[in-house]
């Protein structure tokens, strides 16, 4: 059956021109949906079907069509084949969706570049209808791979390393060759992918926590213990920190509206505290970025833009591998705080969607520069959205978290390394081994291998409590102790007198006037309209403050704000400040400017005072190279001293220390680095809301 267009006009113009640009041609494509049906019933109920589907027979005829990869099931299907026998259409095995290009010149599909159309981890070309019949058709799992280092030594680890882009430094391949060494057996690529993953820069932070040497003379704190430092000093309204994703600070006693167990809604006297993260997605929204958030106002951000040359140099400041910040705050009940304890028989529960083989090796691609790995390893390391399943997931956990009695007690999200790191770090927790039967893991791509089922990062999943079950063959079969035993602590030495690299100075020539036109066209300062209005700002009924003020809309807000229930006018308060450019001279300048930045943004709004004030710090830079190294720790020290001097905690954060992208371009070897990147987002509780200002002037109050 034949549906809508595929695209709207702009994205399938912006497909033509990629298109055209790509293969040298002047061709016209258009694009409609097609829907396969697979059923054994003669007498389906097409017609409900296709008013579903908003469907006809009337086919067209297509150059090819892309669709998911065979043997899978996207989640388009699984949703619509959901809804198709909820409304009473039985008998419906499959309905897949696929999109149908034609190309109005006479090409041989052989001889162009169509990379352009499809997502090669999750979707095919076909050439005709017969070919997505055919689809349903599942390839053979793919095997365990056994890397032989009994008989090929170290360098058989090594070239491993390279060809699933491990990303293990020297010291882990040598403590892995000396653990199975003495073990006297062969490493499984699943077992070396989820040593890979669960010991990535991502996921273990090595730099932070290294040994750190200056001029010589080794420092007594790393950086995690300098940002810890600042909890220690205002410990004030923290109740969790530095443990699992978020940080948890004191609220209070609110009207909450609550299902009950027989789903009937009320509301109910409850303490709810707040909690903060933020993360950052920089490496896959280099790669390829994904939409697919659901119900979550976004209202509060930043957009920076950069570039300047190094002198007489191939190198640049700038952002090809860009930052993307996510994060924000929640309520979380007093009673939840903190996980319990799980003992021996309980069962690890899987929730969210299937299996898929996308987001492999995440944790380690994006520990380092891109450009570093092969670009189909870089590809294949980026997750896929499927928002539809992160609502599904949501309200498991919804209703379970507001029992008095929840069924979960445990919860781990799913995310670097997939399975293969968070199942260990939930048994690591408990202190407990952990047997898993991957064949009882939902999967949607039966020609999977073991390590791809393992360690693969489909959106959404979440890992519960303990799964217990016995079998005759381990993929993976390693203590804990080796997955997150004592590996070396990172060394960091850097010297000051190291040559300071210099950067063009801006030039002087332009005229006043064209100067600030230009500053004001630059993204950087100019209306953030754009980003702001795909979205919705007010989902959810809980935001006070948005980006948009008074009655024009203008994205002048420099904060926003949200309630902590739908009965009260109390709330919390977020801002964010960021300074990269100061960095490029003075690393330490530019975290106090940040900081300052992120208070500023608080005057409108009645907070009681600082100590009340929770920050998170992300770092983002170009680590690997001695100045950006140093940058790094000037920027960690002068943050940590300004935090105390000025009772904040920060009690989370996150880091992403592979900020550069080089390439070869026939000539030379380019390279593309941001400078020092720290992002302060400061939170802090409201008394009441309405008790801010804007700066929208009131005229009605002049005389």
Not at 119 to 128: A, E, F, V
Not at 169 to 182: M, V
Not at 209 to 225: E, P, Q, R
Not at 430 to 459: A, C, F, H, R, T
Request: hydrophobic share 35%.
């Amino acid at each position: 059956m034949q549906g809508k267009k595929s695209f709207s006009d702009s994205k399938l113009e912006q497909l033509n021109f990629e298109f055209n640009n790509s293969n040298n041609t002047k061709s016209k494509i258009s694009s409609n949906e097609i829907y396969i049906v697979a059923s054994e019933n003669k007498n389906l109920d097409l017609e409900s079907l296709k008013n579903i589907l908003n469907a006809d027979n009337n086919l067209d005829s297509f150059s090819f069509l892309v669709g998911p990869r065979s043997g899978t099931i996207s989640p388009w299907s699984s949703k619509t084949e959901d809804i198709v026998k909820n409304v009473g259409i039985k008998d419906v095995d499959r309905v897949e969706r696929f999109n149908g290009f034609s190309i109005a010149d006479e090409i041989n599909i052989d001889d162009i570049d169509l990379s352009m159309f499809f997502d090669r981890m999750t979707q095919s070309i076909y050439l005709n209808s017969d070919e997505c019949i055919n689809f349903l058709n599942v390839d053979p799992q793919r095997s365990i791979s056994v890397i032989d280092i009994l008989k090929g030594g170290i360098k058989t680890l090594e070239d491993a390393n390279k060809t699933f882009g491990f990303a293990m430094s020297s010291e882990e391949i040598e403590y892995l060759y000396d653990f199975y060494s003495k073990a006297a057996r062969n490493p499984t690529d699943a077992e070396l992918m989820m040593f890979a993953q669960a010991n990535s820069e991502h996921c273990r932070h090595k730099i932070f926590n290294a040994k750190w040497t200056v001029n010589g003379a080794a420092k007594n704190n790393s950086l995690f213990d300098l940002i810890k430092e600042t909890s220690k000093q205002s410990p004030k309204g923290i109740i969790s920190a530095y443990k699992d994703n978020a940080a948890i600070t004191e609220g209070e006693s609110v009207q909450r509206l609550n299902l009950d167990a027989d789903n009937n809604y009320a509301f109910v006297e409850d303490k709810l505290n707040s909690t903060i993260k933020v993360e950052t997605h920089n490496h896959p929204t280099a790669i390829s970025p994904y939409p697919g958030e659901f119900g979550r106002p976004s209202t509060l951000g930043y957009f920076r833009s950069y570039e300047t040359h190094f002198d007489q140099s191939n190198k640049a400041y700038g952002y090809h591998k860009p930052i993307m910040l996510a994060g924000g705050i929640g309520e979380i009940r007093d009673k939840n705080n903190f996980k319990l304890q799980i003992t021996e028989g309980y069962h690890v529960v899987v929730l969210g969607g299937p299996a898929m083989l996308i987001g492999l090796g995440g944790g380690a691609a994006s520990s380092v520069s891109s450009g570093d790995s092969d670009e189909d390893l870089d590809f294949a390391s980026v997750q896929r959205d499927n928002a539809e399943m992160e609502r599904r997931c949501q309200e498991v956990i919804n209703v379970c978290s507001s029992q008095d009695n929840s069924y979960i007690e445990f919860i781990h999200d799913v995310g670097a390394g997939g399975l293969s790191n968070a199942i260990p770090e939930l048994a690591k927790d408990s202190n407990l081994g952990v047997y898993i039967e991957l064949d009882k893991i939902p999967n949607s791509d039966k020609s999977m291998s073991p390590m791809e089922i393992w360690s693969n990062e489909s959106q959404e999943r979440y890992v519960l409590a303990i799964y217990d079950s016995k079998t005759e063959s381990y993929p993976v079969n390693v203590p804990l102790s080796m997955l997150f035993g004592d590996l070396p602590i990172t060394d960091m030495s850097v010297t000051t007198n190291e040559m300071v690299e210099t950067t063009e100075d801006a030039s002087s020539s332009y005229e006043f006037a064209d100067a600030l036109v230009k500053t004001l066209q630059h993204p950087t300062v100019a209306s953030k309209s754009f980003l702001i209005t795909i979205g919705d700002r007010t989902v959810g009924g809980m935001v006070a403050r948005d980006q948009f003020v008074g009655p024009y809309q203008v994205p002048v807000s420099d904060y926003s704000m949200s309630l902590r229930s739908f009965t009260s006018n109390s709330g919390e308060v977020l801002t964010v400040g960021e300074k990269p450019t100061l960095a490029v001279k003075n690393p330490g300048a530019s975290m106090r400017m940040a900081v300052a930045e992120a208070l500023t943004n608080m005057i409108g709004v009645n907070i009681k005072g600082l100590d009340q004030v929770q920050v998170s710090a992300n770092w983002m830079a170009a680590s690997g190279e001695e100045v950006e190294d140093l940058a790094l720790r000037e920027g960690v020290e002068s943050l940590s001293k300004c935090c105390v001097d000025l009772n904040i905690s920060v009690p989370v954060g996150k880091d992403s220390l592979s900020m550069r992208t080089k390439w070869d371009d026939g000539s030379a070897e380019r390279v593309v680095k941001s400078p020092l990147s720290g992002v302060i987002t400061a939170m802090a509780p409201v008394a009441d809301v309405r008790n801010s200002i804007t700066p929208e002037l009131d005229i009605s109050a002049s005389s």
